[in-house]
């Protein structure tokens, strides 16, 4: 088996890079991610770039309404603790700035609020869900700051490495403008994540693996995997109840999740395999809010396949 994370010769069951043992390694314990809604919006939906965002996309931007009910972000890292603790021994917590685009306000403001989460007992690093064209210098060398003494990682959304499918999910950037994002990111010694979508309108196999290779050659630390599932109120709704746009099966689902992974590269920490739907907002497909059944066949899928993350790089050209 490949090395899939720094220093350690992963063997089976382990067949991919997952974000708890990296964690683990780091600190020594522990560690969960508490979602924080800091009220952000989106270049992408208030004319800036475009309106309405991306396809999938509701006028929630995947947040909780926490900011929306006057909750601040220190009571929503204490409200965490609490609930991780008990669930899952957490000591450690990591923030993670998740709803809409979270580097889309001048730097003063963000300085307060990541200096606010930082500054609660036990939070050990900053995880940051933004858009590549939302990341100036001035933001970068703030987070390049915050980096020396803490475990910060830059969340990019990318979805795909094709820029077709991302003019027609109505992203408002391209491939190139995350190369640069990523690049600028990489000068300063920060960490980036890439957030990617399966089953994406027109997206074949060959398009997912694709994608696994583009971020291959350009570097990243880590990646989150999403399921591309229909939400009330998107114009992803309105293609879904006129019958042009299918979602995937939850076998084929777990089959595109282990193409990805092996033509990814297995030092990428793979921090998540599939999405989290709230239950009041999915219209389709009604497994997605099974998450540990699809993890457990994405897991089996790859022992039957006798594969792992990484076993197919080298063996493919991939897109620039």
Excluded at 42 to 55: F, K, L
Aim: net charge positive; with cysteine.
């Amino acid at each position: 088996m490949p090395k899939l994370y720094p220093g350690r010769i992963m063997s089976p069951p382990k067949t991919y890079n997952d974000l708890n043992t990296y964690l683990r390694e780091m600190f020594g314990c522990r560690v969960q991610k508490i979602t924080i809604d800091a009220g952000f919006s989106c270049p992408n939906r208030d004319g800036t770039v475009a309106t309405g965002g991306c396809i999938y996309c509701n006028d929630r931007g995947s947040g909780n309404g926490a900011y929306a009910q006057g909750i601040s972000i220190t009571e929503q890292l204490l409200k965490g603790k609490v609930r991780l603790a008990a669930r899952y021994k957490a000591k450690k917590f990591i923030a993670y700035f998740q709803s809409f685009s979270n580097t889309y306000a001048p730097v003063a403001t963000l300085k307060r609020l990541y200096d606010e989460a930082l500054a609660v007992d036990d939070i050990v690093g900053l995880f940051i869900g933004t858009r590549p064209d939302c990341v100036d210098s001035s933001v970068l060398d703030l987070l390049a700051g915050y980096a020396a003494d803490h475990l910060v990682f830059l969340e990019f959304g990318l979805q795909s490495a094709h820029d077709n499918t991302l003019a027609l999910i109505n992203r408002g950037h391209d491939a190139e403008c995350f190369k640069t994002a990523v690049s600028e990111a990489h000068k300063r010694g920060l960490k980036v994540c890439a957030h990617v979508i399966l089953g994406l309108p027109g997206e074949t196999r060959q398009h997912v693996i694709e994608t696994a290779l583009f971020l291959g050659d350009h570097g990243i630390e880590a990646v989150k995997i999403h399921l591309l599932y229909v939400i009330k109120g998107t114009r992803l709704e309105n293609l879904y109840r006129q019958e042009t746009y299918r979602c995937l099966s939850q076998a084929a689902y777990a089959d595109l999740a282990c193409d990805f992974l092996e033509h990814l590269p297995p030092r990428v920490i793979i921090q998540r395999l599939t999405g989290d739907p709230h239950p009041t907002e999915l219209v389709a497909p009604g497994w997605a809010l099974r998450k540990t059944e699809t993890l457990n066949l994405i897991r089996n899928k790859l022992e039957q396949r006798g594969t792992w993350q990484g076993k197919a790089v080298g063996n493919h050209t991939s897109i620039s």
